[in-house]
């Protein structure tokens, strides 16, 4: 596993617009430890969820490395059970593999972050997922998949926030 990236980072939280051939050399003046770049978003669907790619940079950047974030809107398990925990952990896995298969068009990948709120009653439900989503990535690493083996290299943080 990596070491914990140290410093301040930046979160494009909307990712990022036209080329801004400044962008880089910001952040090398401020010395920027990571960026966290928007990669996936997660919708619920009926029964289930479904993840769609978010615009990848104009180009990789090259003065700090990234951070993949995978969001959703909500609290993807409002009103969900254990069992339910888990299948989204499945889910959940696929999304990580799906944003590491881009790394190449976002830069120097140092991890994951998934931006998933969630309140006390949902906490079981999102430990259920976590753990579900390290088994799965194990499995699918397993498999030979390219995406989950440096998946499992890389942290994965959780943001800590309510439902807006």
Do not use: N, Y
């Not at 790619?53 to 959703?72: C, G, I, K, M, Y």
């Not at 790394?103 to 140092?110: E, I, K, L, N, P």
């Not at 990535?137 to 439902?163: Q, V």
């Amino acid at each position: 596993m990596l070491p914990p990236l140290h410093g301040d980072a930046v979160w494009f939280s909307e990712g990022l617009g036209v080329d801004d051939p400044e962008i880089e050399e910001t952040l090398r003046r401020f010395h920027c430890a990571a960026v966290f770049v928007p990669a996936r978003r997660l919708r619920a669907e009926g029964a289930g969820w479904s993840g769609s790619d978010l615009p990848q940079p104009p180009r990789p950047f090259t003065s700090a490395p990234v951070v993949l974030v995978v969001e959703t809107a909500g609290d993807p398990l409002a009103g969900a059970d254990e069992k339910r925990g888990k299948a989204f952990g499945e889910v959940l896995a696929k999304e990580i593999t799906a944003a590491i298969a881009r790394r190449s068009a976002f830069g120097r990948v140092r991890g994951i972050h998934l931006d998933l709120p969630f309140t006390g009653a949902t906490a079981e439900a999102h430990g259920a997922a976590l753990t579900e989503t390290r088994s799965r990535l194990s499995h699918l690493l397993a498999k030979g998949d390219a995406a989950a083996e440096s998946a499992r290299a890389l942290p994965i943080t959780l943001s800590m926030r309510k439902p807006a």
